[in-house]
């Protein structure tokens, strides 16, 4: 079974702090990777997405992901980060049968 | 495109009553997931359909939970008796279903039994 791990659950960053987010996932075949954020009281909206082409990932409001294939590992990146960022963030795999796997979160904090 | 649209946004309802859940997907999209979301669990994917075909219904908590979709446009997510632990937001998403595409999200249902 596909399974999705993100180790920081709770991060906590003063404005203009870089930041990285780490997930990691177990699937031997083909996977399509994202990262979602949810802000306070909304539902999940894309940030970014791998699925093929080159590992380093560019995504909306300055975010990046960089899939490493041998380490299982599509860690979430930002230079500096805002207050407006703090929101919860998921990781995702989707391999065989189409069918959407998300890790347990992680939720950050950005102190103005 | 006006996106995932699930209703209602908030439900309160009492313990041991039928609750109903709906769900309208972006049309063209194949593949419908009914997920639900709480503190203590995070993310958990209840049932996932295909064409209109339920596929993996594992992540269905018991028998009190089912979920239809008759057609391409509709699904429902229905809770009888509900519990105070079903309290929760629910969220349902559709995708293509070709590779690489994404879920999306629609508002969320929260529901609460009190």
């Known amino acids: 079974a596909q399974s999705v791990s993100q180790h920081n659950h709770h991060v906590i960053l003063s404005e203009a702090a870089s930041l990285e987010l780490g997930c990691n996932y177990s699937?031997?075949?083909?996977?399509?990777l994202f990262w979602y954020v949810q802000y306070p009281g909304q539902h999940l909206q894309l940030l970014l997405k791998?699925?093929?082409?080159?590992?380093l990932v560019k995504g909306i409001k300055g975010f990046e992901a960089e899939f490493i294939k041998s380490k299982f590992s599509f860690n979430l990146r930002k230079p500096s980060v805002q207050w407006s960022d703090t929101a919860e963030y998921f990781c995702?795999?989707?391999?065989?049968?189409?069918?959407?796997?998300f890790g347990s979160g992680t939720k950050l904090n950005v102190k103005p | 495109d006006a996106g995932v649209i699930q209703s209602p946004r908030h439900e309160v309802t009492e313990m041991g009553q039928e609750v109903t859940l709906r769900c309208k997907p972006i049309?063209?999209?194949?593949?419908l997931f009914w997920y639900r979301q709480t503190m203590m669990r995070g993310l958990e994917l209840l049932i996932y359909?295909?064409?209109?075909?339920?596929?993996?219904d594992s992540g269905m908590p018991e028998d009190r939970f089912s979920a239809k979709m008759p057609n391409a446009s509709f699904s429902t997510l229905k809770i009888q008796p509900s519990e105070p632990r079903d309290s929760a937001v629910y969220f349902c998403?559709?995708?293509?279903?070709?590779?690489?595409?994404?879920?999306?999200f629609g508002q969320g249902t929260r529901l609460t039994v009190v």
């Open positions: 995702a795999v989707n391999g065989g049968f189409n069918k959407f796997y």
């Open positions: 998403a559709s995708s293509t279903g070709t590779g690489g595409s994404e879920a999306f």
């Open positions: 049309s063209g999209h194949n593949s």
């Open positions: 699937y031997g075949g083909t996977v399509n």
């Open positions: 359909f295909n064409n209109n075909v339920p596929i993996d």
């Open positions: 791998y699925f093929s082409g080159d590992p």
